[in-house]
């Protein structure tokens, strides 16, 4: 049973430059959750997706972008990306919205 | 990997003691508790949860105590081996939103 995976593992960018990082929900899940989680702090809730609809979103600008698609994957776009972006990125699927969510290892941005 | 927690608050215990790692939350209305355990380089991995109809859930050499008077979530292990040394963090979910809020983690170090 495959768990949830992301890609790419590491991704360098410059500012202003845009990104895409990928996943894949555990197997049998429908539901997909973006975190963002710097350095030395908890992972902050970015948006998630269901049905291929964003059904909510955290405190992060509309720089912050997202897709789910019919198979449940997802994928998550930054435009304009500043310095303050470099992150551990995590996706976490769960079994509609208020189950409990399984996380991914993780993309590790950084922004030069 | 990258370094998850680098300036966190820290537990540290001898192998086979108990470990007791608190965590507080701020929102009464939070019906579901999770801990996550995030060791370098991986995603947080989930370890117990407990619904707020309880104020105390036990798994395999851990147990989750919940407060509500006092909005107070605690996670023990028992007879901690060097494997529990990662970041732990304690995460609540309100029916009020589709998001997990995450505490600031704690950082459990064993000695052997």
């Known amino acids: 049973d495959a768990g949830v995976t992301q890609s790419p593992t590491h991704l360098i960018k410059t500012r202003g430059q845009q990104v895409t990082l990928r996943c894949s929900p555990k197997?049998?899940?429908?539901?997909v959750s973006w975190y963002q989680q710097a350095l030395g702090q908890g992972p902050q809730f970015i948006f998630q997706?269901?049905?291929?609809?964003?059904?909510q979103r955290g405190n992060f600008p509309d720089r912050f972008s997202g897709h789910q698609f019919p198979n449940y994957s997802s994928e998550l776009n930054v435009n304009a990306l500043l310095l303050g972006d470099s992150a551990l990125y995590l996706c976490?699927?769960?079994?509609?919205?208020?189950?409990?969510?399984?996380f991914g290892p993780g993309t590790r941005l950084t922004v030069l | 990997g990258e370094s998850v927690g680098l300036h966190l608050p820290t537990l540290s215990v001898q192998e086979g003691d108990n470990s007791i790692i608190n965590c507080a939350y701020s929102?009464?209305?939070?019906?579901?508790f999770i801990w996550y355990k995030q060791e370098s380089g991986k995603g947080p991995q989930f370890i117990i949860d407990?619904?707020?109809?309880?104020d105390k859930r036990q798994g395999q050499r851990v147990t989750v105590l919940l407060n509500k008077t006092v909005k107070h979530l605690s996670l023990q292990i028992a007879a901690t081996q060097p494997g529990d040394s990662a970041v732990y963090f304690c995460?609540?979910?309100?029916?009020?939103?589709?998001?997990?809020?995450f505490g600031g983690g704690t950082r459990l170090m064993v000695k052997p």
């Open positions: 995460a609540e979910y309100s029916n009020a939103g589709n998001m997990l809020t």
């Open positions: 197997s049998g899940h429908d539901t």
């Open positions: 976490a699927s769960s079994l509609g919205a208020t189950d409990t969510q399984y």
């Open positions: 407990i619904r707020s109809n309880m």
């Open positions: 997706y269901y049905e291929e609809e964003e059904r």
């Open positions: 929102n009464s209305a939070s019906d579901y």
